[in-house]
């Protein structure tokens, strides 16, 4: 999935309540709703159909459900590892990276696993500790794109910015129909001053099969960071409602320079939140 950088996050107002039909979980399927809400004593483990239906419920109840499966065989690494994205999902990320950990102290070599505290360490902002489990990962798959995406991210947050580019760089190169690494490759450029270099991603990653509403975002706040109003406000309709359309594109205006001004960065922006 691509990044939506923490910038993004803020300017473009991608919020619960901008966006109610993202806040609202599919209906628990009853199967996989009766198999979380189980008792652990006694129960048995939840059928490969129910497993299946888990992934539509919301993270709360994927919590509950795959740690039930957790409790009842702490060995199950699917289950150790549904954990670890449910936490991961609700924002409990120190809770994911102990529920993946332990999944590996009986299978240390699960790929899943590995790149799931990655993603924990990632998200809590903790970049340095993603990159050991992420190594891992790329070592055991390393046709894999995933693990170099993670790592590309990991060594930014960890200010190694040569290492984070070339982990990027490789990440595309195994997956180039791939929006999610052409837009964290962009997201480094854009990061770093190239907003051309982070356009000229983001508008392929835009255009392939697949691509999020974070693509599109990403793209509309590197053309408003250049000034390209129009354009950035055209990619914002696409997925905002009108009033959180408003209030990004006054940031974006806020933002960007003045006629005589350079383009301001990324990071020049953040500084300025």
Known sequence: MCRMSALAATALTLSLVALPALARAPKAPPAAAAAASAAPEGARRASAEERGLAGRLDPLARAAFWGREADLDPRDGEAGVGLS?????????????????????????????LLEVARAQVGRGQGFYAIEPARQAQALAPRDWRAPSLLGIAY??????????AAHRLAAGLAPENPAVLCNLALFYASHGDAREAETLLRAAAAKPGATMAVRQNLALVLGLQGRFDEAERLVRQ????????????????????????PRSWDAVRTAQ
Request: charged share 25%.
């Open 156 to 165: 930014e947050q960890a200010s190694r910015p040569e290492e984070a580019l």
């Open 85 to 113: 994205q449910a936490l991961r999902a609700m924002g409990k990320y120190e809770d994911a990276a102990e529920a993946a950990k332990r999944v590996l102290v009986t299978d240390a070599k699960n790929i899943e696993a």
């Open 239 to 262: 997925d905002l409602p009108p009033e959180a359309v408003a209030n990004n594109m006054a940031f974006l205006r806020a933002a960007a320079p003045g006629p005589a001004g350079p």
